[in-house]
């Protein structure tokens, strides 16, 4: 029987290391190389920015300039030259941008094409996801925004957030993760290229999932997306978020900022499929990924509900948090995170109570192989005032080989005695007995870890939207390739 | 009060800078006390090495000063009181006599080793009576007799603990415990730190060595005693060394004064099948700092730690550990509760490490918290970093109240609140009391936690 194309596909997307790594061949527009405040000048006049976005900006790069890298995560890198990079790159198109779909450089549909990531509305199932496709600096297309228009959703990029609904910006860029917040978050609010802005207004639910996909290109660029999602009183809204890069010798920086706020009784739920180029086996390349996510519960029953498959990047610096201020609201970390290789991940949640009868669940699954290090550290806080608060977290760690690394920090800071605050972790590698079992039915050594390591993980799995757990699902057979016998 | 007021209004900045500038004077000053009292320390007139042992320990504490909560294992204690108040080394004037009928344990006999306002008290110690092999010495007298031991253990310092580079710096007196190889000294021997009038804003720097040869045991109980309300530092640091096979137990009570700083810092070795048990209650002071530091060197080695706080009116106790697994086939266990009154703070700071190729290891820690009033607050940070894989590490932590139906089903039954809450409290502490092997050490620690819960329940009513 002659071989189809579509197995081999399917094997080359099985047995290829990292099946993202082309690069696009683009021409593309670059700012001049390093950072200063002309960049960060050239940046904001790129985007046609208000004054206030370039006073906020620039307040931003000065706090910057005299703050410190932290050092305290369980990360080691070679020192980021932060004037060694490309702070803006953007696919060079017609003066005006592209005003519709058609008129986007047919390079980047291919790319985005071979991603998976089809952005021609008529072939979208059904017509289920809407993706913001955001390439380098720039975000280069957004479908479905007629059809959201209908509902009142507004979900653009946020550039054209900063002209179109500036009271809105005004009003909530900012006030989860504050400019001089942390060194990278500062570093994002000075250079922030592009990113994604969501407002759903009252009442409303949003009639399909949100869906960004986030692509590095360029060379020795840095991407530095900011993302805001707020969700008024008594909305809905599911958004996924993608990222991939090109393989490439040397390290690239990622730092970006997702702002989540909801009011009462409103819900967002956050997914992310992190698979950014995770470096070669001996720790060569690889994305830098150094991430601020934040959500605010600002009203009465409010729900934000984080879920990551990280499996990507070769440092990860990363923790979703939940600010719970408004009572009976509801705080979620499910999070699934590999190391292969010689990646290393330091990443978790942060969970602050100040409402009442706030709850908070965190579940982390880690799974470490080959030369990975991999740290959860997470904070539960509850403060005086968070009467009847409730946390449960569980981390469970996996390793894979003899050479890997698993480390849990959890912080607990109790300061109400009605709470009750459980916190438990396990560390484990795969059984000799469920190993065998397996491989006596007839599974071989690496199917069999593979089905393993997925019930392992299944908790966080089943927490992901449909379309996003089948890929998240082959992400993780594809990440711990070459880590069994 | 006044004091705070003030220093809250000040600028955030400002109050930094002037911690800072405080931090230095307080340096500066222990280093001062050093120099002047170096020639009538413990030791003064003996060899070089210890001359170079302590000045090098100074430079340590010249270069890491006085440990901050910047630093991330002190990030729950706070030291401040250290850096306010000039704690002079303590001298023989202060030896004032101290009343110590507390500071013993009823029924138990055997050798005692007594330390009364910072200094050794050979007036009631008892160091006869123990079998042949077992050597208990003051450590003025080791270090003419016994200079190898104590040498040893000296030269082996950690490098990065300043309030341990201070102790050895000035360190003045303690007790050296020797057993021989095959030797069970199996009568606990009691070493009791009595601290009472006339030793406000004084420190005491002791420093203990306890040294197991192979298929040695011996059994401690340490009783740190406070009677006033004066301001002291106590800052006691404990070598504790167990050959192959040897079997060390310890149980510590620190019921220091109201006023007292406590900074315990202990470094434990055990070597291939060596086993230590190491009980505490922390009951007294104002701020006490529990830390232990155990080095699992030996494979099936075996060190099980358990620990209970009893805290109210603003004390602030915390509990560090470190268990270094370095070789395969060691197994630690961790036991650690506190319960919490008005403005009482607790937190357990715990770290196991299992290093690469330390396989079969198995390590659990357990940190419960019960906080009985608004105004207490517990923090936990229990720690794993694993770098082999074939190991069983797990942790948990809890943090929370009485049980509501717990309390409702013993009032249902005829017995009242105050009784239910203390019933349910020492129950709660009785998984760590329960594990003190010696009778009348583990009754004298459950008349405590039942007294404490008395006079807590007193204070609510």
């Known amino acids: 029987m002659a071989i189809t194309p579509e197995t081999r596909e399917t094997v080359a997307d099985v047995t290829g290391k990292y099946k993202y790594g082309f690069v696009t061949d683009i021409e593309s527009e670059l700012a001049p190389k390093g950072l200063n405040e002309d960049i960060v000048r050239f940046i904001s006049a790129k985007k046609k920015e208000p004054d206030w976005l370039l006073e906020w900006r620039l307040k931003a790069y000065r706090r910057w300039l005299r703050m410190k890298e932290p050092t305290w995560a369980k990360l080691r890198y070679p020192k980021i030259d932060f004037q060694d990079a490309y702070y803006y790159a953007a696919p060079k198109t017609r003066a005006d941008g592209p005003k519709s779909l058609d008129e986007v450089d047919p390079e980047i549909l291919e790319t985005y094409k071979k991603l998976g990531i089809p952005l021609q509305e008529q072939k979208i199932l059904a017509g289920v996801v809407a993706v913001d496709a955001v390439f380098d600096s720039v975000s280069v297309a957004t479908t479905f925004k007629e059809k959201l228009k209908e509902a009142g959703v507004i979900f653009c990029s946020i550039s054209e957030a900063a002209r179109d609904y500036p009271e809105l910006m005004r009003k909530y860029l900012g006030t989860v993760v504050p400019y001089s917040d942390n060194f990278y978050a500062t570093l994002n609010s000075a250079v922030f290229s592009d990113g994604t802005f969501v407002y759903v207004p009252e009442g409303v639910r949003c009639p399909m999932e949100l869906s960004t996909y986030f692509r590095i290109n360029e060379a020795k660029t840095g991407q530095f997306e900011r993302t805001l999602i707020i969700a008024d009183r008594g909305s809905y809204v599911s958004y996924l978020e993608g990222c991939t890069a090109p393989m490439r010798d040397e390290n690239q920086l990622h730092a970006a900022v997702v702002e989540l706020v909801a009011l009462d009784d409103a819900e967002i739920k956050y997914s992310t499929v992190q698979n950014w180029y995770p470096g070669d086996e001996n720790g060569k390349g690889g994305i830098y990924n150094f991430v601020t996510k934040r959500g605010a519960c600002r009203g009465r029953n409010a729900k934000i509900s984080w879920t990551q498959v990280e499996t990507g990047s070769a440092i990860t610096w990363k923790y979703p948090s939940c600010i719970l201020e408004g009572d009976n609201s509801q705080g979620e970390f499910y999070s699934v995170a590999i190391t292969n290789n010689m990646q290393q991940a330091d990443t978790g949640t942060k969970m602050i109570h100040m409402g009442k009868n706030t709850k908070s669940r965190i579940i982390s699954k880690g799974i470490s192989a080959g030369r990975g290090q991999q740290t959860y550290r997470g904070l539960v806080r509850v403060m005086a005032g968070a009467e009847g608060a409730r946390n449960f977290t569980q981390c469970d760690s996996l390793l894979l080989g003899h050479e890997c690394g698993a480390h849990t920090v959890p912080y607990v800071e109790v300061r109400n005695p009605s709470a009750q605050v459980e916190h438990e972790a396990t560390t484990s590698k795969i059984s000799e007995d469920q190993l065998f079992y397996c491989m006596q039915r007839g599974l071989n050594a690496e199917d069999a870890v593979a089905m393993i390591v997925n019930g392992f993980c299944r908790d966080v799995m089943q927490h992901l939207p449909m379309e996003f757990a089948v890929e998240a699902q082959k992400l993780l057979g594809i990440s711990l390739e070459g880590s069994v016998g | ?461």
């Open chain 2, 1 to 461: 009060m006044n004091l705070n007021a003030k220093a809250m209004l000040r600028s955030p900045r400002r109050r930094k800078d002037n911690d800072q500038a405080m931090q230095q004077t307080a340096e500066a000053r222990y280093i001062s006390a050093y120099r002047s009292q170096f020639d009538r320390l413990a030791g003064g007139d003996l060899p070089d090495w210890l001359r170079a042992c302590r000045g090098a320990a100074m430079e340590r504490f010249e270069t890491l000063g006085l440990p901050t909560r910047k630093l991330e294992d002190w990030k729950y204690t706070n030291l401040a009181a250290l850096a306010r108040t000039a704690f002079a080394p303590a001298e023989p004037d202060t030896a004032a006599p101290v009343d110590l009928d507390d500071g013993f344990i009823p029924g138990l006999s055997g050798p005692r080793v007594v330390f009364a306002n910072g200094l050794f008290d050979p007036k009631r110690s008892d160091l006869a009576g123990l079998p042949d092999g077992v050597t208990l010495l003051p450590l003025r007298e080791a270090l003419n007799t016994r200079a190898d031991l104590v040498q040893q253990i000296l030269d082996a310092e950690s490098p990065d603990n300043g309030l341990r580079a201070l102790n050895t710096a000035l360190l003045a007196d303690g007790f050296l415990l020797h057993v021989a190889a095959n030797v069970a000294a199996d009568a606990p021997i009691t070493v009791v730190h009595a601290t009472g009038d006339g030793f406000a804003e004084r420190a005491a720097q002791l420093r203990h060595i306890v040294v197991l040869d192979d298929n040695a045991r011996a059994s401690l109980v340490e009783i740190f005693i406070g009677t006033g309300t004066e301001s002291y530092w106590a800052n006691p640091v404990r070598d504790l060394r167990c050959g192959a096979g040897a079997c060390l137990e310890t149980v510590t009570i620190i019921d220091e004064g109201a006023g007292a700083v406590h900074t315990g810092h202990s470094e434990v070795r055990l070597d291939r099948e060596a086993r230590s048990d190491q009980v505490a209650l922390l009951i007294g002071g104002a701020t006490v700092r529990h830390e232990l530091r155990v080095a699992v060197a030996g494979e099936g080695a075996q060190a099980n730690l358990a620990g209970a706080c009893l805290g109210a009116n603003g004390q602030s106790f915390t509990v560090f550990t470190e268990l270094d697994h370095q070789v395969p086939h060691g197994r630690s266990n961790q036991v650690f509760r506190s319960v919490l009154d008005a403005g009482a703070h607790s937190a357990y700071q715990g770290r196991v490490v299992v290093r690469k190729g330390a396989q079969k290891t198995d390590a659990s820690q357990a940190n419960h918290n019960l906080l009985l009033d608004r105004s207490a607050e517990a923090d936990t940070k229990p720690e794993l970093e694993i770098y082999a894989d074939d190991v069983k590490c797990a942790h948990g932590a809890t943090v929370g109240e009485l049980d509501g139906d717990m309390l409702f089903y013993l009032q249902s039954r005829g017995i009242d609140p105050d009784t239910a809450r203390s019933i349910l409290v020492e129950a709660f502490v009785g998984e760590v009391v329960e594990k003190i092997a010696h009778t009348h050490v583990r009754d004298k620690v459950a008349d405590m936690v039942s007294g404490w819960m008395k006079r807590q329940g007193a204070a609510i009513t």
